[in-house]
């Protein structure tokens, strides 16, 4: 029995991946600037939507939120600034691209370096919470036996 938070983090096997050709449109207009990519589930390796992938094109990569399309198979839609990112020209060019699917700490890792500011700033937030949290454990057992 599992509770709604996981839904999407499920435990996949690790380096879990998919290369192949895509054909790749512009992005619908309300994921400009979102660092999200849209693929069919097939090309998404069958996870769910809001799952997290390292997308690389010759070299370049990139860790992006995966979302659905229903164009088919073999198209990836993705606006300008992760087209630039990637190293992919224009719109409606063929582009060979290697997806793979993040989990444990590699998610850990693209919240601490993702470029909006509403993702980053709360995990460094937490990221200091939990320093602090163990300091203050630690002195707290220091104190306990009169160190």
């Known amino acids: 029995m599992g509770t709604s938070w996981n ?3 499920t435990f996949y096997k690790p380096h879990k991946s998919l290369q192949k050709p895509f ?3 512009g992005s619908e207009e309300r994921d400009i600037g979102a660092w999200r990519i849209r693929l069919s589930k097939p090309d998404r390796l069958d996870a769910d939507r809001h799952c997290l992938l390292r997308v690389s094109h010759l070299g370049k990569s990139g860790y992006f939120i995966g979302l659905g399309h229903q ?3 073999g198209v990836a839609k993705m606006d300008f600034d992760v087209r630039e990112h990637l190293g992919i020209g224009s719109k409606e060019s063929k582009s060979v691209l290697k997806i793979e699917i ?3 700490w590699r998610s850990i890792y693209w919240y601490l370096r993702h470029r909006d500011p509403h993702v980053y700033v709360p995990a ?3 990221l200091w919470s ?3 949290g163990f300091v203050g454990i630690i002195m707290g057992v220091f104190s306990m036996f009169g160190a």
């Open 7 to 9: 839904r999407n983090m």
């Open 23 to 25: 054909t790749v449109l």
């Open 71 to 73: 164009d088919g198979d």
């Open 102 to 104: 993040i989990t444990g």
């Open 124 to 126: 460094y937030v937490g």
């Open 130 to 132: 939990l320093a602090l």
